[in-house]
């Protein structure tokens, strides 16, 4: 049988840089280290098509 706490809607997870960690758990620090980890990556990825973008109007601007 589920217990009441399986039924309730997860808070979703969020990070605010400078917040206290104090009061996080070992597995809420490892929670935000992988949101951080995955949203690194997202930046990266969206940093390599706007390079990708600007190279690519400069080679047509140049030519």
Do not use: C, W, Y
């Amino acid at each position: 049988m589920a217990s009441e706490d399986d039924d309730r809607p997860r808070k979703k997870i969020s990070h605010e840089i400078g917040q206290d960690l104090s009061l996080l758990s070992v597995e809420e620090l490892g929670e935000r280290i992988a949101l951080l980890t995955s949203e690194i990556e997202r930046l990266k990825e969206a940093m390599t098509k706007k390079r990708a973008s600007r190279e690519a109007a400069n080679s047509v601007f140049k030519s």
